[in-house]
């Protein structure tokens, strides 16, 4: 009897004996599981997009851009998410922004500008950078100031009307124009959108986010939860201070991508296309990271870095490298563009915001629509006084005006949105980036038909955009009024320094970073009709690079 107590006994105090916490190598293998489990998940669902992207563009389904379509897959995902996963395997499915930042962003940025059709951009830059620094300031001041007044009067309750420099961020940030979801659509051959108005969207969309982001930054330097630190006496301070960092940035981008080239130049790692891809990535990424270590725009460091290096640097890489590098960064930038528009749509439903205010959310749409107005018309009407040919039509400036989307960037900067009012602004800026990528992009192929702006038989000789400066169709922006005698001393000037600069280019530059000599194709302008689109910075075979 005493035996089978005992017995029973033991059962018990095994049956109490508490289990073993788990150990490190437990938390280990399952934190492995987690990842490989996510990673699963986040493959399974970019493919799922990059096959609707194939499905769209297949069938022209212009209603619907690609990235509107990611967006939309993202929002039934992060839906599905906040149901069936819990708190901690949200981490997976919410919008990070400095993943955003120094992940996702630098190979996009890259790419437009290593792909960028120089002569297009240059041609128009006056135009492009009345838009994209002039306007966004313009944009930014009346989108701040009406949210100020709004608060004022009491209609918008959610924000501090007591303090300015909240809306002047938020103004800033709501600024940033990403068209994507538009570029998507007027890059499509088979529509032919007039090039010229693609270049100005194009130009203003890259230079406009990095001016944003200064702005941004500028403006929070004299945050205070209580009351801004700025005053009037700050005020040149702060202009001086955007200027320099945008001036630093370029600086800062132009002086890496000549070391790059001088490197590539004078050893032969072209002998290794592997190591030359590999170097041109790397000092892709080193250029983001320099600028923004240094507290400049590191968006603005890389575009004119892409730039350089197209110009001077794509003609020291060996024929492989140069079709690799080409179609990598391609890649890269259409999957993280991919990525981007998918984690938008789901911080819908993972953003673990607090506030959302529809009434502040229509407002700022609407202020959004006013400020884009104030820098969209009035800075045509300037531009075309100094164009004698091509002006901006009314047409034109009605596009312009609806292309101007919210993006990445703008969601990206809310979420640093700093004060007690983060989630007001973040959720009414997720709002306007989504209305207006999935509705303005949806509706892109309808207005440029609507107002003419395709051209189904555009020419490609000199008569077409970017042919003879000075000819039937010349595009280029000139400082002042064009009257006779301002036109002939213009075009002296622009014909000299032109002239000057590609000699200084040929005979300096490029025996110590490469290139290809463009005095021969400056000089037979009237008489190229195959490159002169093109505009001597670019050559279409890519065996002439070499």
């Known amino acids: 009897m005493s035996n089978e107590m005992d017995y029973l006994d033991d059962v018990i105090n095994v049956s109490e004996t508490p289990t073993n916490p788990p150990t490190i190598v437990d938390k280990i293998e399952k934190e492995h599981e987690f990842d490989a489990e996510a990673a699963l998940i986040l493959n399974a669902i970019l493919i799922g997009c990059v096959l609707l992207s194939y499905y769209i563009k297949v069938n022209r389904i212009y209603y619907l851009p690609e990235s509107a379509a990611a967006m939309m897959v993202g929002v039934v995902i992060g839906g599905l998410a906040r149901l069936f996963v819990d708190d901690d395997g949200l981490q997976l499915f919410s919008f990070s922004p400095e993943i955003f930042f120094f992940v996702l962003l630098p190979p996009i940025i890259f790419e437009a500008g290593y792909s960028l059709e120089k002569k297009h951009f240059f041609d128009n830059l006056g135009a492009i950078t009345l838009y994209a620094v002039f306007g966004t300031m313009i944009s930014t001041f009346t989108v701040g100031y009406l949210c100020i007044l709004g608060a004022k009067k009491g209609f918008i309750t959610s924000i501090d009307a007591d303090n300015p420099m909240e809306p002047l961020l938020f103004g800033a940030l709501i600024s940033a124009v990403d068209p994507v979801a538009t570029l998507s659509i007027m890059g499509s051959p088979e529509l032919q959108c007039d090039r010229l108005l693609y270049s100005l969207v194009f130009g203003e969309s890259v230079l406009n986010d990095a001016v944003a982001i200064v702005l941004f930054k500028t403006f929070r330097k004299y945050y205070s939860p209580d009351m801004p630190d700025m005053t009037e006496s700050d005020i040149p301070r702060a202009l001086l201070s955007f200027l ?221 955009f970017g042919g003879d400066e000075f000819g039937e169709n010349y595009l280029y922006d000139n400082l002042v009024m064009a009257s006779p005698i301002v036109e002939n001393v213009t075009k002296t000037v622009y014909k000299g320094t032109k002239g000057m600069w590609t000699k200084m280019d040929d005979k300096y530059l490029k025996p110590l970073f490469g290139g290809a000599d463009e005095s021969t194709s400056i000089n037979d302008d009237d008489e190229d009709d195959g490159n002169d689109s093109i505009g001597g910075y670019e050559l279409s075979d890519v065996e002439n690079r070499n």
């Open 244 to 464: 320099s960092v945008s001036i630093f940035s370029i600086v800062v981008g132009v002086g890496l991508g000549l070391i790059s080239s001088f490197i590539y130049k004078h050893s032969n790692i072209s002998q290794f296309p592997k190591f030359e891809t590999a170097l041109l990535f790397l000092f892709c990424y080193l250029c983001y990271a320099t600028a923004e270590a240094i507290e400049l725009s590191g968006i603005m460091a890389l575009f004119f870095n892409g730039v350089v290096l197209s110009h001077y640097n794509s003609y020291n890489l060996s024929k492989t490298a140069h079709v690799t590098s080409d179609h990598i960064f391609a890649t890269l930038a259409v999957v993280m563009e991919t990525i981007v528009f998918l984690y938008m749509g789901m911080g819908v439903f993972t953003g673990k915001f607090n506030n959302w205010d529809l009434r502040f959310t229509i407002c700022a749409f609407i202020f959004c629509l006013i400020g884009r107005f104030a820098n969209i018309f009035p800075l045509s009407w300037f531009a075309n006084l100094c164009r004698k040919r091509n002006i901006i039509t009314k047409e034109m400036q009605f596009v312009l005006w609806f292309v101007g989307l919210r993006g990445a960037i703008a969601f990206a900067l809310s979420e640093n949105m700093p004060g007690p009012n983060k989630d007001i602004y973040a959720t009414a800026t997720l709002s306007i980036c989504m209305f207006t990528t999935i509705f303005c992009g949806g509706f892109t192929e309808r207005i440029l038909s609507t107002f003419n702006m395709k051209q189904p038989d555009q020419p490609s000789g000199p008569s077409s």
